[in-house]
């Protein structure tokens, strides 16, 4: 489904600030997995996603998703295929319009026609539908301005964008980090539900390692611009936290007080 084949990327070549956010990075994924991506700071984890989504294109290596290689399509073509949510709420949504129509404006990408205001019955329905089934009331509030939603039921609605067409691929890029501890729960509760039915191929960026073993099927660490560890089956649901840490520290044969921190 997804192939990432010598990926690499450096910023500011050539000078005082030159860094390698990718080093000959290769990953491959399943159709239906679902990988957790765990690092420090640095580490080339939304590099990575930003190389898959196309902001920018990779120095060498090439993208392959569903057979189609692409390292070189615009980044609004890829939009037609992958999702991503982001951790601030704000993003991928427009604020001023309402939930309906921004959902209607993600249920473009179906038959890829032209964003009209006038949402249809039959959509309007559609939304509501698939928004009760997550109980935050949203269903009953369609015309209201996504702005003015909590950052919990902004991001329901951005999941809901992304997935009421089936992208090929979902990112999830640290999309609970900016809620509270409840909502978080929520949200990443509904993820997994829409993952699951859909069978989408996904993968998910967090600091959260308990949220890293438990959610999805594989989880990969990212060091330094590459994967320094990738774990699933067996291995992995017998794996606890503390247990990833120190297969992190072995990696990197030292360990960091910080890193410990950060992804605890």
Known sequence: MLDIKNASKIFSPGTASEH???????LHLDRGEFVTVIGSNGAGKSTLFNAIC????????????????????????????IGRVFQDP????????TIEENLALA??????KPFCRAVKRR??????????????????????PVGLLSGGQRQVVTLLMC?????????????????????????????????????????????N?????????????MDEGNIILDIS???????????LLERYAAKKKQRFDSDRALLS
């Open 20 to 26: 390698h956010a990718l080093k000959n990075l290769s």
């Open 54 to 81: 196309g902001n920018y294109w990779l120095d060498e290596g090439e993208i392959v998703l569903d057979g189609r290689d692409i390292t070189f399509l615009s980044e609004h073509h890829r939009a037609r295929e």
């Open 90 to 97: 704000m993003k991928g949504t427009a604020p001023h319009l």
């Open 107 to 112: 249920y473009t990408r179906k038959e890829r």
């Open 123 to 144: 959509e309007r329905e559609l939304f509501q539908e698939e928004l009760a089934r997550y109980h935050m009331d949203l269903e009953n509030r369609m015309k209201t």
């Open 163 to 207: 997935t009421l067409v089936t992208p090929k691929l979902l990112l999830l890029d640290e999309h609970t980090a900016a809620l509270d501890p409840a909502a978080a729960e929520k949200i990443m509760d509904i993820t997994k539900e829409i993952v699951r039915e859909n069978h989408l191929t996904a993968m998910m960026i967090t600091h």
């Open 209 to 221: 390692l308990s949220s890293a073993l438990a959610a999805g099927t594989r989880t990969i660490m």
């Open 233 to 243: 089956g067996r291995e992995r649901d017998q794996m606890t936290v503390d247990e």
